[in-house]
């Protein structure tokens, strides 16, 4: 398996893990010094990344597209687009985000070390709900 193919996997299997929540999945695809950022800046490690599952995260639906993959030594630098629907703390998210990720070589196998949304995307030269 190529390196390009080997980290478009453990992306597609982050996204299912994501997607139906499955805690457990984690362990093969998060390093233990993970750092996850979220669109509006908070900074979660890893157990905290999963606890939002436990705690009632639920993501009706969840995909990553049009990925693209800069390789680094041992690093990957991914850039994507993440599609949910999801319910969190009873609110509903129905966004696109643009995320960045960081793969890196562990042994044989590929595990994220970084995942940082930044959004909701807006389309081009639309003011942002947030702006005053």
């Known amino acids: 398996?190529?390196?390009?193919?080997?980290?478009?996997?453990?992306?597609q299997r982050w996204a299912a893990a994501e997607r139906d929540g499955d805690v457990s999945a984690f362990d093969t695809l998060l390093t233990s010094n993970f750092l996850g950022i979220g669109p509006v800046?908070?900074?979660?490690?890893?157990e905290q990344w999963v606890q939002r599952h436990r705690d009632g995260l639920l993501n009706h639906e969840f995909e990553v597209l049009e990925p693209h993959l800069r390789e680094v030594g041992?690093?990957?630098?991914?850039e994507a687009v993440q599609r949910?629907?999801?319910t969190a703390r009873g609110r509903e998210i129905n966004e696109s985000?643009?995320?960045?990720?960081?793969?890196v070589r562990a042994g044989d196998e590929w595990?994220?070390?970084?995942v940082q949304l930044s959004g909701p995307m807006i389309p081009a030269g639309t003011r942002p709900s947030f702006a005053r």
């Open 1 to 11: 398996m190529t390196t390009e193919s080997a980290v478009l996997d453990l992306v």
């Open 84 to 86: 949910q629907r999801t």
């Open 74 to 78: 041992d690093v990957v630098l991914v």
């Open 111 to 114: 595990r994220l070390a970084k």
């Open 41 to 46: 800046g908070f900074v979660l490690d890893v």
């Open 97 to 103: 985000f643009r995320v960045g990720m960081v793969a």
